[in-house]
């Protein structure tokens, strides 16, 4: 028996969001600490300096193997695109698919910023380590902004093709964009006080993915079965 498309999405995306769940759960052994979400936000990278080697290795590691896995969750979208026609559709899931894959980069990159800062509170310290560990910093940075020009991007293509009202999407569904889930998500994650803001607050980019996934599946899945129901009656 053919297994149902809105079945086959629910399924694929259940595993997309698994993934990103492992990896929240990786940037909680990453860089987590008993703090507020706050005072993270002002410590940046340097919070890593006290954790240790193994952490810092399961962390990032189980992180870059799972978050490829994360572009099952753009599957919903796909789907409630095509019938707005063949190109777009293809282009709004690779715009974003191309930013999780850069997560994949960012996220590894804070296995080096972490051990570079782990050198720099040591007390044999040179000059050189501290001149490492901000290149390390502008690397990260530079990736932060590549991924939010991708984002910003393919928001945009998002938002386009559900208000030209071509898509299963409804359009009130324009609003919930992945930037714009962030913006909602992310200031209210660092409103979390001590001691688990801290651990929630390194999450916070994955977390608003994860929304996003939950918010795309709910809706798109409603909508392809309401087309197999109606599909049947004819």
Do not use: C
């Amino acid at each position: 028996m053919k297994m149902k498309k809105s079945k086959f999405v629910l399924i694929i995306s259940l595993l997309g969001i698994s993934s990103v769940l492992i990896t929240i759960i990786s940037d909680f052994i990453l860089i987590g600490k008993p703090n507020s979400a706050y005072d993270f936000l002002l410590l940046g990278t340097e919070s890593m300096w006290n954790i240790s080697a193994v952490r810092i290795t399961v962390g990032a590691f189980v992180g870059v193997a799972v978050l490829p896995f994360q572009l099952l969750g753009l599957i919903p979208v796909y789907y409630a695109f095509k019938p707005a026609g063949k190109v777009l559709p293809v282009i709004a899931v690779i715009a974003n698919a191309h930013t999780l894959l850069m997560g994949v980069a960012f996220h590894i990159s804070y296995a080096f910023i972490g051990s570079g800062w782990t050198l720099y509170h040591k007390p044999d310290a040179t000059l050189i380590t501290e001149e490492l560990v901000i290149q390390y910093d502008l690397y990260w940075m530079i990736l932060a902004v590549i991924m939010s020009v991708e984002l910003l991007l393919g928001s945009v293509i998002y938002t386009i093709v559900i208000l030209k009202g071509k898509s299963l999407f409804p359009k009130w569904m324009a609003i919930f964009s992945p930037m714009a889930v962030m913006i909602i998500t992310v200031p209210l994650i660092f409103l979390i006080p001590y001691p688990v803001g801290g651990y929630i607050a390194p999450a916070s980019l994955n977390v608003s993915t994860m929304v996003f996934f939950v918010l795309i599946l709910v809706v798109g899945y409603k909508k392809m079965k309401e087309l197999e129901n109606r599909n049947k009656e004819f």
